[in-house]
């Protein structure tokens, strides 16, 4: 094979215990592209204040969904790939983790020693963000002055891309045929510091515009679907509204039901099956709702491998 399509989750602790999600969320959050405080200055506060807080809990959490295999976003991921894989035999497919084990610039040493020297790399985030994408970029840029001879072509987004439409748009369809429709639908999308898009990153346009493409192929209206953002790290102004305060609103006003889609994740992880589908859905019954009905992200599905095989072969057309 003289060519390579390498898939690009965002990473995971090896383990669901203290130690690995130290090790994960230390790499992670000092990345300057996630937190953009000055080193000197959140180095300490990362390492000896926020670290010790928070290992143990998110371990915990990361306990509750762990998979035979490890963390889902792993399991899913390698899955995904496989799928990805089996639509291309031409082409060799690769997964790299941008943080934790099997990371991108592993992944790529081992291409170029096979004799690959055409890469595509796709991002498994649809929307381009300088919190996610941009760091892909990062590492590509720095493969690129190791490996000179090598051509690398990096997929920056695929939020409006048909196929990837058609697919959640399917996913949402098929689900509201087997359950019928809740009172409320929720797209929720990780957040981002609102500061990063005044500056110029298109995250919030992109998310706003795949709503669009997705309800029109779901036979939506696009007032139908409630967009929100979650996760929220810190206390400075993230995009709003917030998922968590809109399912609380939403529960003491007397909404029973609502079905939540989080089209922003390839892959159900820990933001999904244990922020929105546990944690979050607690919230929303403590307010007065009665169900919260997670739909899942397209995961390792016939439909999501295809869409992504469509994408990487367009980036070449």
Known sequence: MKSALLLVNLGTPERADADSVKRYLAEF??????????????SPILNYIILPKRAAPVAQKYAGIWMQGGSPLKVLSEALRDKVAARLPDTRVELAMRYGRDNIDAAIAKLYAEGIRQITVLPLYPQYSTTTTASVEDRIDAMRARFKDATFNVI????????WVEAVAQQLTAHFAQHGRAEKLMCSFHGIPEALVRKGDPYAAHCEAGVHAIAAAAGLQREDIVMTYQSRFGKAKWLEPYTVQTLEAWGRAGIKTVD?????FAVDCLETLEEIADTNAEIFKHAGGVRLNYIPCLNESDAHADALVRIAQGAHA
């Open 29 to 42: 959050l000092m990345d300057p592209r996630v937190v953009a405080i000055p080193r000197f200055i959140w």
């Open 260 to 264: 939540v889609v989080c089209p922003g």
């Open 156 to 163: 920056k987004s695929y939020h409006d891309h048909p196929a």
